[in-house]
């Protein structure tokens, strides 16, 4: 069993900063795909940022340039770094982690965290 569990959401204004991490703990060989999602009621959990374990990044469009995702490896941990914060960003942000365990692979999610951005 794993867990993925978040720290560093909270309330901020338009424009401000807030970095959110993650850390896995738990039966661990070897984590793939790293990333963040978030969700907002009434609608899908969409993707935000993902990191392959190489260090390869993927973002949302609506992130790009003002979010940025990180890993390390050796912690087994993800981060997001989130500039200019804008009100639509508002949502329950989840962290993700693919795990590897050589013959099957496996998912888990974080429990979210709240990032609210007033305008």
């Known amino acids: 069993q794993v867990q993925l569990v978040e720290s560093g959401g909270g309330l901020v204004q338009a424009g401000g900063s807030l970095r959110l991490s993650c850390a896995a703990s738990g039966r661990i060989f070897s984590i793939a795909n790293m990333g963040w999602y978030r969700q907002t009621p009434g609608k899908q959990r969409e993707l935000v940022a993902t990191i392959t374990a190489g260090g390869t990044t993927n973002y949302a469009t609506s992130v790009k340039g003002r979010f940025t995702i990180s890993r390390d490896n050796a912690k087994n941990t993800v981060s997001l770094q989130m500039n200019s914060l804008k009100p639509e960003d508002t949502a329950v942000y989840y962290c993700?982690?693919?795990?590897?365990?050589?013959?099957?692979?496996?998912?888990?999610w974080g429990q979210g965290t709240q990032v609210t951005v007033s305008s």
């Open positions: 993700h982690g693919r795990f590897d365990y050589g013959t099957y692979i496996d998912d888990y």
